[in-house]
């Protein structure tokens, strides 16, 4: 309920925020002034249809031990704003997890669908909605992580705003609306030039910091889309290091939503 109300006090805000000011928002609450960054942040990525990521994962153990495995990742766009995207996450190298798949549908405020194929079994496993908060095939990076961040699975409050690198940043506290989050709460830092995510520390379910996550070497798409090529995440509570390095991106590829099922998932190569 508190999420209805918030969007319905900030929507003319946040639909406008592009041309107006943040000083002429010093008057709104903080929570629609969080809200109005959110949502702007989200405006600005729709329509991008479907993408296909080849991206290579760095695992680093507290020791600085390294090992590296590839991947490819489709993502298609749900316009439906009640309803989150779908992704396919298959990996490729090393031969011990090569064929392994993740298949996540995201909703709002219900758990997300998940389910992990694992060749070696040759089976189907779904994923728990209390299992989520869980580490993805042994990285930094949690099943929810990878779930499509909807706007709407949040509640939203402005912080402050402060320089974040060459650039100047709002610093917004994000609440997760939903069950059997890991996560307490998520402070995120969102450049006030192209509204994107440059850094989220995640808040473990004791209220302590446990992870953050640094997204860098920005390229744009299609003169539009913007897309982190590097996102790094380091456990403040193990020492151990995940980075995602995209290789490769490609918008509109073709891909189909029936590309993205269950069924489907013994198949992918």
Known sequence: MMLKHLLSAATAVALTLTSVSLPALANETPEARGLAVATEWDKRDQGFGDTQSVMKMVLENRNGEQSVRSMIQKIFEIPDPDTGDKSLTVFQKP????????????????????????????????????????????????????????LKKYTYKWLREEPCGDLQCAVIEQIPTYENSGYTRQIVWYDLSEYRQQKIDYFDRKGELLKTLTFSDFRQYLDQYWRAHDMYVENHQTGKKTRLVFEEIKFRTGLKESDLTKNSLKRVK
């Open 95 to 150: 031969r011990d997890v090569k064929g392994t798949a993740f298949l996540s549908f995201a909703k709002i405020l219900d758990p997300d669908d998940q389910w992990l194929y694992l060749p070696a079994l040759k089976r189907v496993k779904r994923i728990s909605s209390k299992n989520k908060s869980g580490p993805f095939v042994g990285s930094e990076f949690a099943y929810e992580d990878l779930s499509a961040q909807e």
